[in-house]
């Protein structure tokens, strides 16, 4: 793959992230909804997971600096999972 197909995709999906995180700040601060917050972090994950790839073919180090953050997202979704379930409303 071309250098600059892989600069194009590596803005793209941080671009992405953007967007996703901006999103997601809206359903699980403005509207609440915790249930949407989850599922919107999903798709987070994965183009952080997408977005390291690209860098490990472009650039090393700023794949590894991002490699931490990468870990800090498995705890972020378990995290996310655990407020939803703890925050439902009662049953009845």
């Known amino acids: 793959?071309?250098?600059?197909?892989?600069?194009?995709?590596?803005?793209?999906?941080?671009?992405?992230m953007m967007f996703i995180n901006a999103f997601w700040n809206y359903f699980f601060f403005r509207s609440r909804n915790l249930f949407h917050a989850?599922?919107?972090?999903?798709?987070?994950?994965?183009?952080?997971?997408?977005?390291?790839?690209?860098?490990l073919r472009l650039d090393r180090l700023?794949?590894?600096?991002?490699?931490?953050y990468l870990l800090y997202l498995v705890y972020a979704a378990r995290f996310g999972y655990?407020?939803?379930?703890?925050?439902q409303p009662p049953v009845g």
Not at 62 to 68: C, D, E, K, S, T
């Open 1 to 16: 793959m071309p250098t600059l197909n892989l600069r194009q995709w590596a803005l793209a999906l941080l671009g992405g």
């Open 82 to 87: 655990r407020v939803w379930k703890l925050n």
């Open 38 to 55: 989850y599922l919107i972090g999903l798709p987070y994950c994965v183009i952080a997971v997408g977005l390291f790839s690209v860098l």
């Open 62 to 68: 700023a794949a590894w600096v991002l490699f931490p």
